[in-house]
């Protein structure tokens, strides 16, 4: 095995299973689980060993299409520190899921297909973490979108999973719009597409700043739509219709985020555009915050997880935004991929215990029913609500501690939302745990087999420690701003807020009933949703009438019915050329030679 | 190592000798014989691989040349005639039931045998760098397309269509036989090289006469890749002639048409006013053949002479090619194209024929229903229909990429937008078939289509390498002298 093969087999082994479990798959369920784990443990295990590599020989890159001198397209590996930590946690995390997702879907309809299904998305987002070109990474995260829009939809015959597929690949196709013409932008800018041409070019461009900014911010909106960042946000939550070990892959290791991760690929060149890793910055501070918000007062498990997701990869955005390197997002990034995969896992499992319902009203006093889950739920809790020396303790702080020094609004921001994630996670957690059982399945939950619980143990254990300073360092180089420099009040502003936000839920939501609290604003989710669905309905839906009146008449008949008839009505008058007469044809065979001779001979 | 003429004549005695075998009844079976054939030309395909340095007289004289060029083309045609041949094992009952004979089976032998003598014809037309050898192969491949044309002789279409090419043949032939001759007098050579050589140091007041033969000679070539308007001949021909022949015509007659009207006009574009001249005419002749071939298929309800229109209208697009040739990609570019081609073509007639023996007609109704009667063999249609309209990861789309992209390097813009106009029509006719097969029922009794073996082998090759040069296209473009 070298350094240079072990990437191309990680990469191309889920895409081998996908195929396999696609052609044999129908034959065995155990068979094609066991393709998709074997591919997604080979992956981790190579991914581990590349990891302790320290010597990398130069990658292979492949020529793939070639256009001459200015674009020349190649399939290559980057393997660099970057993506070897993302690798490390993208087949990991998919490893575990893969395992859980054997006890989830035992008694679902399309067992086959979803494993198929999930080893394509894993192959996709493999690709884009090994992309060595922008060109490649696009495509990669089409395949992505295409891979998650076939997940969302695994129960096709439910209308709401459908459509939810639909939007997530809809509003994903905004955002890629936008990141298409940066990529395009940043070739015509600098001839190339490849990412180490890109770095090399870019520090020394000679052309207007604003272009580059341009670039720049329309690259960035293919973060905006595939990590869910406001204004494109309103897909993720919809994705919850999908299994959810798909919640947990889409939200932990994969697709979101592809987003984070490309900013982090990109890093060097946005260093040098400080306008656009402003508006990045907002972009994120605001997101994170709103996401928050929402979160507080939805009653689905799954859902409040999933802004929660949202407002985590706002503090990763923040966080490209105004860190000195790309390592802090990325620390976030790694740990978040811990302990949401962890509390998606968990609330997957409450929800096998509660036979698919996923209102948490009727759920209530599991704590004695399903005791693992509930641990397992903690850790993952307490890494998310900052508690200290969690995980999400070291990573989330040291985003705030940055955001604060660079811009001070967006930090206090970020750090009020801190208190906003202790309280919502808080909530689900005592509304789910605690208080008497509220419906008739809540009676009688059990705890899940251990396909499902070893998973959640094994991610338990990083999802508490892997910030601690000692385990880190192994993982990557942070940078902590000046202990001076950071305002004193912000440390006990940060431990007041996570003690706060869980006294706080504690003391509304232990036992209790029904929800004490309500704001439609937030509960409507800000009202953005309805404000989409009006422009959908009413603008687009009054556009589309003009649009199918003007496609009726002017399209349909002007454009496309004059000109195929007319066309349809040459190629029938030709016909009569075609007498079937020998004679006619040596005629015009002789014209044609006096034709051509006219044209060689003339002056 | 193998000396290059060793090529063609071991195919000209594997001929023989299955001429030979025929007469005297070695073989049993007919299709042994195609067996044999198909077995001798892998040989020497195998063999164009060890080709050694030419030692011999032939090619001193200047008659003969190996290059990368020529050495690919013989690749292209011995697999062409391969692939023929295996589709004629498949057409075989039909030509038995057209053919009288006085024991079962008789006369259907030279069917298969005939075949391998149009190839070394092809072969050496490949390689020829002199007008004679290049007159001589091209009546060595036309004489034998004669006869394969009018074999099916219980069948009027088959020898109208024989009649046809044979009359029209004929005269294009006699258009090259003078075209040669007033080139013989303006330069005193027959030789390509040596025109090219003397090309510059002829007086401006013989200008007119080259000029003259050349649009004699271009009349002939156009007469071979069925430019307009010397196309008369193809809709009608390649719907009467058996389907593997009309395979044959449609693409390895062509590209070693392409061939040599490449090697013939080369030397002419080294002098700028011929380059003009001839430029002009190709130009004209691309757009005529463009507009015709695509908007004449459009009404036709025939699968096989949709496919003669479709020969027309790619015929168009090398043309194109060709016009470009100033540009460096040009050239590469149109053996892409018609490497592409033959992949395709074949696809579709290598289905055409299990569908006709089992519909009874090769009309495009005939497809009706194909997705659920056979759905490989209607998903191997498909892909053969979208690469030859040029949908994008096929080969067909890479073929008109790179075509338009010389073109638009050369600023032949109107060309380039009477190609993209014409492949929108193209998509049309095109997917008529992909609509026969999937939207219309089928007929109450028809059932899945018998295929043999070989066929499908050769169909599931086909149909992949179509997919993965569409992905891919570097794959061929590496192979590219």
């Given at each position: 095995?070298?350094?240079?093969?072990?990437?191309?087999?990680?990469?191309?082994?889920?895409?081998?299973?996908?195929?396999?479990?696609?052609?044999?798959?129908?034959?065995?369920?155990?068979?094609?689980a066991?393709?998709?784990?074997?591919?997604?443990?080979?992956?981790?295990?190579?991914?581990?060993?590349?990891?302790?590599?320290?010597?990398?020989?130069?990658?292979?890159?492949?020529?793939?299409?070639?256009?001459?001198?200015?674009?020349?397209?190649?399939?290559?590996?980057?393997?660099?520190?970057?993506?070897?930590?993302?690798?490390?946690?993208?087949?990991?995390?998919?490893?575990?899921?893969?395992?859980?997702?054997?006890?989830?879907?035992?008694?679902?309809?399309?067992?086959?297909?979803?494993?198929?299904?999930?080893?394509?998305?894993?192959?996709?987002?493999?690709?884009?973490?090994?992309?060595?070109?922008?060109?490649?990474m696009?495509?990669?995260?089409?395949?992505?979108?295409?891979?998650?829009?076939?997940?969302?939809?695994?129960y096709?015959?439910?209308?709401?999973?459908?459509?939810?597929?639909?939007?997530?690949?809809?509003?994903?196709?905004?955002?890629?719009?936008?990141?298409?013409?940066?990529?395009?932008?940043?070739?015509?800018?600098?001839?190339?597409?490849?990412?180490?041409?890109?770095?090399?070019?870019?520090?020394?461009?000679?052309?207007?700043?604003?272009?580059?900014?341009?670039a720049?911010?329309?690259?960035?909106?293919?973060?905006?739509?595939?990590?869910?960042?406001?204004p494109?946000?309103?897909?993720?939550?919809?994705?919850?219709?999908?299994?959810?070990?798909?919640?947990?892959?889409?939200?932990?290791?994969?697709?979101?985020?592809?987003?984070?991760?490309?900013?982090?690929?990109?890093?060097?060149?946005?260093?040098?555009?400080?306008?656009?890793?402003?508006?990045?910055?907002?972009?994120?501070?605001?997101?994170?915050?709103?996401?928050?918000?929402?979160?507080?007062?939805?009653?689905?498990?799954?859902?409040?997880?999933?802004?929660?997701?949202?407002?985590?990869?706002?503090?990763?955005?923040?966080?490209?935004?105004?860190?000195p390197?790309?390592?802090?997002?990325?620390?976030h990034?790694?740990?978040?991929?811990?302990?949401?995969?962890?509390?998606?896992?968990?609330?997957?499992?409450?929800?096998?215990?509660?036979?698919?319902?996923?209102?948490?009203?009727?759920?209530?006093?599991?704590?004695?029913?399903?005791?693992?889950?509930?641990?397992?739920?903690?850790?993952?809790?307490?890494?998310?609500?900052?508690?200290?020396?969690?995980?999400?303790?070291?990573?989330?702080?040291?985003?705030?501690?940055?955001?604060?020094?660079?811009?001070?609004?967006?930090?206090?921001?970020?750090?009020?939302?801190?208190?906003?994630?202790?309280?919502?996670?808080?909530?689900?957690?005592?509304?789910?745990?605690f208080?008497?059982?509220?419906?008739?399945?809540?009676?009688?939950?059990?705890?899940?087999?251990?396909?499902?619980?070893?998973?959640?143990?094994?991610?338990?254990?990083?999802?508490?420690?892997?910030?601690?300073?000692?385990?880190?360092?192994?993982?990557?180089?942070l940078?902590?701003?000046?202990?001076?420099?950071?305002?004193?009040?912000?440390?006990?502003?940060?431990?007041a807020m996570?003690?706060?936000?869980?006294?706080?839920?504690?003391?509304?939501?232990?036992?209790?009933?029904?929800?004490?609290?309500?704001?439609?604003?937030?509960?409507?989710?800000?009202?953005i949703?309805?404000?989409?669905?009006?422009?959908?309905?009413?603008?687009?839906?009054?556009?589309?009438?003009?649009?199918?009146?003007?496609?009726?008449?002017?399209?349909?008949?002007?454009?496309?019915?004059?000109?195929?008839?007319?066309?349809?009505?040459?190629?029938?008058?030709?016909r009569?050329?075609?007498?079937?007469?020998?004679?006619?044809?040596?005629?015009?065979?002789?014209?044609?030679?006096?034709?051509?001779?006219?044209?060689?001979?003339?002056? | 190592?193998?000396?290059?003429?060793?090529?063609?004549?071991?195919?000209?005695?594997?001929?023989?000798?299955?001429?030979?075998?025929?007469?005297?009844?070695?073989?049993?079976?007919?299709?042994?014989?195609?067996?044999?054939?198909?077995?001798?030309?892998?040989?020497?395909?195998?063999?164009?691989?060890?080709?050694?340095?030419?030692s011999?007289?032939?090619?001193?004289?200047?008659?003969?040349?190996?290059?990368?060029?020529?050495?690919?083309?013989k690749?292209?045609?011995l697999?062409?005639?391969?692939?023929?041949?295996?589709?004629?094992?498949?057409?075989?009952?039909?030509?038995?039931?057209?053919?009288?004979?006085?024991?079962?089976g008789?006369?259907?032998?030279?069917?298969f045998?005939?075949?391998?003598?149009?190839?070394?014809g092809?072969?050496?037309?490949?390689?020829?760098?002199?007008?004679?050898?290049?007159?001589c192969a091209?009546?060595?491949?036309?004489?034998?397309?004669?006869?394969?044309?009018?074999?099916?002789?219980?069948?009027?279409?088959?020898?109208?269509?024989?009649?046809?090419?044979?009359i029209?043949?004929?005269?294009?032939?006699?258009?090259?036989?003078?075209?040669?001759?007033?080139?013989?007098?303006?330069?005193?050579?027959?030789?390509?090289?040596?025109?090219?050589?003397?090309l510059?140091?002829?007086?401006?007041?013989?200008?007119p006469?080259?000029?003259?033969?050349?649009?004699?000679v271009?009349?002939?070539?156009?007469?071979?890749?069925?430019?307009?308007?010397?196309q008369?001949?193809?809709?009608d021909?390649?719907?009467?002639?058996?389907?593997?022949?009309?395979?044959?015509?449609?693409?390895?007659?062509?590209?070693?048409?392409?061939?040599?009207?490449?090697?013939?006009?080369?030397?002419?574009?080294?002098?700028?006013?011929?380059?003009?001249?001839?430029?002009?005419?190709?130009?004209?002749?691309?757009?005529?053949?463009?507009?015709?071939?695509?908007?004449?298929?459009?009404?036709?309800?025939?699968?096989?002479?949709l496919?003669?229109?479709?020969?027309?209208?790619?015929?168009?697009?090398?043309?194109?090619g060709?016009?470009?040739?100033?540009?460096?990609?040009?050239?590469?570019?149109?053996?892409?194209?018609?490497?592409?081609?033959?992949?395709?073509?074949?696809?579709?007639?290598?289905?055409?024929?299990?569908?006709?023996?089992?519909?009874?007609?090769?009309?495009?109704a005939?497809?009706?229903?194909?997705?659920?009667?056979?759905p490989?063999?209607?998903?191997?249609m498909?892909?053969?229909?979208?690469?030859?309209?040029?949908?994008?990861?096929?080969?067909?789309?890479?073929?008109?990429?790179?075509?338009?992209?010389?073109?638009?390097?050369?600023?032949?813009?109107?060309?380039?937008?009477?190609?993209?106009?014409?492949?929108?029509?193209?998509?049309?006719?095109?997917?008529?078939?992909?609509?026969?097969?999937?939207?219309?029922?089928?007929?109450?009794?028809?059932?899945?289509?018998?295929?043999?073996?070989?066929?499908?082998?050769?169909?599931?090759?086909?149909?992949?390498?179509?997919?993965?040069l569409?992905?891919?296209?570097?794959l061929?473009?590496?192979?590219?002298p």
């Amino acid at each position: 095995m070298s350094t240079q093969t072990a990437p191309w087999i990680i990469l191309f082994s889920p895409l081998a299973a996908a195929v396999l479990i696609f052609l044999i798959g129908r034959f065995s369920k155990t068979l094609s689980a066991g393709l998709a784990i074997l591919s997604a443990a080979t992956g981790c295990f190579l991914s581990w060993w590349l990891f302790r590599q320290t010597e990398v020989a130069p990658q292979l890159s492949l020529e793939w299409l070639n256009f001459g001198p200015e674009l020349t397209i190649t399939i290559g590996i980057t393997l660099d520190h970057l993506s070897k930590v993302m690798l490390l946690v993208v087949t990991t995390i998919s490893t575990l899921v893969f395992i859980y997702s054997t006890g989830y879907m035992r008694d679902e309809e399309g067992y086959t297909r979803f494993f198929a299904g999930l080893s394509l998305f894993l192959f996709s987002m493999l690709g884009i973490v090994l992309a060595d070109n922008f060109v490649m990474m696009f495509i990669f995260w089409e395949l992505v979108g295409v891979s998650s829009y076939i997940l969302i939809g695994h129960y096709y015959s439910k209308d709401s999973a459908a459509d939810a597929g639909k939007q997530a690949f809809i509003v994903n196709r905004i955002g890629d719009f936008g990141f298409m013409l940066g990529i395009l932008l940043l070739w015509s800018a600098t001839g190339t597409v490849a990412f180490s041409g890109l770095l090399s070019a870019i520090p020394g461009f000679e052309g207007a700043p604003v272009y580059l900014t341009v670039a720049c911010v329309l690259v960035f909106m293919g973060t905006v739509g595939k990590s869910a960042q406001m204004p494109l946000h309103v897909w993720l939550p919809n994705s919850m219709e999908g299994p959810t070990p798909v919640s947990s892959l889409l939200h932990a290791a994969t697709m979101v985020a592809a987003g984070v991760y490309m900013l982090a690929r990109i890093f060097p060149i946005l260093e040098v555009v400080p306008d656009a890793r402003e508006i990045i910055a907002w972009v994120g501070g605001i997101t994170c915050f709103c996401a928050a918000l929402m979160a507080t007062q939805q009653n689905d498990i799954k859902r409040i997880l999933a802004y929660s997701t949202i407002s985590q990869l706002g503090y990763m955005v923040l966080g490209i935004g105004v860190a000195p390197t790309s390592s802090e997002a990325m620390f976030h990034l790694f740990t978040h991929a811990c302990f949401k995969c962890l509390l998606f896992l968990a609330a997957g499992s409450v929800m096998i215990a509660m036979h698919h319902e996923t209102d948490m009203w009727h759920m209530g006093g599991l704590r004695k029913k399903t005791p693992v889950t509930m641990i397992c739920f903690i850790a993952g809790m307490l890494a998310l609500s900052g508690c200290p020396f969690t995980s999400g303790y070291f990573s989330k702080d040291l985003i705030i501690e940055w955001a604060v020094l660079k811009i001070p609004f967006l930090g206090w921001l970020a750090a009020a939302a801190a208190g906003l994630t202790a309280f919502y996670i808080f909530r689900e957690f005592f509304v789910v745990f605690f208080g008497k059982a509220r419906s008739e399945h809540a009676e009688h939950a059990h705890e899940q087999p251990v396909s499902m619980l070893v998973p959640m143990l094994i991610l338990a254990v990083p999802a508490l420690f892997a910030g601690l300073p000692m385990i880190q360092e192994h993982f990557f180089t942070l940078s902590h701003p000046d202990a001076h420099a950071v305002p004193h009040l912000l440390h006990p502003f940060l431990y007041a807020m996570f003690f706060g936000g869980a006294g706080l839920a504690a003391l509304l939501y232990f036992k209790a009933e029904k929800d004490p609290v309500s704001i439609p604003l937030f509960a409507n989710r800000l009202y953005i949703d309805d404000v989409y669905f009006w422009f959908v309905n009413k603008i687009q839906g009054g556009g589309s009438i003009v649009l199918s009146w003007a496609d009726r008449w002017v399209v349909d008949l002007v454009i496309v019915q004059v000109p195929s008839k007319l066309t349809w009505a040459c190629g029938f008058a030709l016909r009569f050329l075609q007498i079937g007469s020998i004679q006619a044809y040596a005629f015009f065979f002789g014209a044609g030679v006096v034709g051509l001779l006219y044209i060689m001979l003339s002056k | 190592m193998i000396d290059p003429v060793f090529l063609e004549v071991s195919v000209v005695v594997l001929g023989i000798f299955l001429l030979m075998a025929e007469a005297f009844g070695l073989a049993k079976e007919k299709s042994t014989l195609a067996w044999w054939a198909i077995g001798g030309l892998a040989a020497v395909f195998i063999g164009t691989f060890f080709i050694g340095p030419n030692s011999n007289s032939f090619e001193v004289s200047g008659f003969y040349v190996v290059d990368g060029l020529s050495l690919f083309f013989k690749r292209f045609v011995l697999i062409s005639t391969i692939l023929v041949l295996v589709m004629s094992v498949d057409y075989l009952p039909i030509v038995q039931r057209l053919v009288p004979a006085e024991r079962p089976g008789a006369g259907s032998g030279e069917f298969f045998i005939l075949p391998v003598f149009t190839c070394a014809g092809l072969m050496w037309m490949v390689s020829a760098t002199d007008f004679i050898m290049i007159f001589c192969a091209l009546e060595l491949v036309t004489i034998s397309f004669y006869i394969q044309v009018a074999y099916l002789r219980r069948s009027m279409s088959s020898l109208e269509a024989g009649t046809k090419y044979l009359i029209l043949g004929a005269l294009s032939t006699g258009f090259l036989v003078y075209g040669i001759t007033w080139f013989f007098g303006a330069t005193g050579q027959t030789n390509l090289v040596a025109i090219r050589e003397v090309l510059p140091l002829i007086p401006v007041a013989n200008h007119p006469a080259i000029l003259f033969g050349l649009a004699l000679v271009l009349v002939a070539l156009g007469f071979k890749i069925a430019a307009v308007p010397f196309q008369f001949w193809v809709p009608d021909v390649y719907q009467g002639a058996p389907t593997p022949v009309t395979a044959y015509l449609a693409v390895a007659s062509k590209a070693a048409g392409f061939l040599v009207l490449i090697r013939v006009l080369e030397p002419f574009f080294t002098v700028p006013s011929f380059q003009n001249k001839l430029f002009l005419a190709l130009v004209l002749l691309a757009l005529l053949t463009l507009v015709f071939g695509n908007l004449a298929a459009i009404p036709q309800t025939n699968f096989k002479r949709l496919l003669g229109y479709s020969s027309i209208a790619h015929a168009g697009y090398l043309l194109m090619g060709l016009a470009a040739i100033g540009d460096a990609f040009a050239g590469g570019a149109v053996v892409f194209y018609l490497s592409g081609y033959l992949l395709m073509t074949f696809l579709a007639f290598l289905i055409l024929v299990p569908v006709t023996k089992a519909s009874g007609g090769d009309d495009i109704a005939h497809f009706n229903g194909l997705a659920r009667r056979s759905p490989g063999l209607a998903l191997a249609m498909l892909i053969a229909a979208a690469s030859l309209a040029g949908v994008p990861f096929t080969v067909g789309f890479f073929g008109k990429f790179f075509i338009f992209e010389a073109a638009m390097n050369q600023g032949l813009y109107l060309l380039v937008l009477a190609g993209i106009v014409t492949v929108a029509s193209g998509f049309y006719y095109y997917f008529k078939v992909i609509r026969a097969m999937y939207w219309q029922p089928a007929p109450e009794d028809a059932g899945p289509v018998a295929i043999t073996k070989t066929s499908s082998v050769a169909i599931f090759i086909l149909a992949m390498l179509i997919l993965i040069l569409g992905v891919y296209p570097q794959l061929l473009i590496g192979m590219l002298p």
